[in-house]
């Protein structure tokens, strides 16, 4: 999720259910929930860089932890150490895990076991930015602010701390949202799941969510001999044809394709996404070998999305293989 959506959800965590915490206590509860995408400064670097950083430490239990530990001492700085731990550590450590918990329940991943394990773990619920969650946290910010404005003028005074109300109220309909969405997700993989395509049995299928409509998803099937992306309408009524959809061939199995399948950069990636799909190309000096993710083909996202290529000679010996922006390739 956006940096932006982790800062205003931090913020309605602080109104909503620590009200009474002091300035600088709400302050460390943003720097918790922002620290972990820090890890998006790598990009300046480059895709290896960004691939080997982006959701890996920083979005992992053991980040967790290390992130919670910087968040109390720069907030017990900013007290003057004037505030007890028992009354710190909860609020830090629960921005902290709804910021990994959201990030989990989005398409593109987090390495919560890292180091120990590479892979990451992915519910497909969310899209990368959401607007209907941006939506619901500066409604459940600023309409109590406005609501304020007119009970100060009539001279009411409030029960209750300010904006409490509004923050909870945001958070239940994110809950009810975030819950839909996981149901709509169920039923569009059961939907292309029992389906055969271009006369073959689906082995796996992915259904990822649109940034907008929450009834449309974008799915993603593999045979034993393609790969094939649809959109999955998840409204009642409305069913797709599993021959209308576009499919590609896996390339067959070939020296070049193996030997690039071996290469450590290729196996990283291949470790770290979902529906992977190689093209070999005959080159000049050999073969150029590119794989890439079906599931950023199927969301049409090419910003900061990154593909495996790997140059080999005539012998299938490996000449290069780098990381790239998936915005300089084409699946071929």
Known sequence: MD???????????ARGFFPRRRWPVVLGMLFAGTLADVDLLSALFGPAAYFAARRTFTHSILGLLVVV?????????????QIELSALLPPLAIVAAVHLLL?????EGVALLWPIRPARFAMDWLPSIDPWILAILIAGILLPELLHLVTSEIGAKQKSPRG???????????AIYVGARALLHSSSVASIEPHSYRGESARRVGAFPDALSVLTWHGVVETQSLL???????????????????????????????????AGTA????????????SVVKTQDGYEVVIRSMRDIAEGETRRRVAAKILLDSKF??????????????LR
């Open 317 to 330: 010996r490996i000449s290069i293989e780098a990381l790239i922006w998936t915005g300089e390739v084409r």
């Open 164 to 174: 409490r109300n509004g923050a909870i109220a945001a958070f239940a309909l994110i």
């Open 267 to 278: 196996q990283k990636y291949l470790q770290a996404v979902p529906f992977p799909r190689a």
């Open 3 to 13: 940096i932006a959506s982790h800062a205003l959800t931090s913020f309605a965590l």
């Open 69 to 81: 530990v910087l968040a109390t001492f720069f907030t017990r700085y900013l007290t003057k150490n």
């Open 103 to 107: 990030d989990l329940f989005q398409s």
């Open 228 to 262: 094939c992306q649809l959109d999955v309408p998840a409204s009642p009524g409305k069913n797709f044809d599993p021959e209308n959809v576009d499919c590609l061939y896996k390339p067959q199995s070939s020296p070049a394709l193996d030997a690039a399948q071996k």
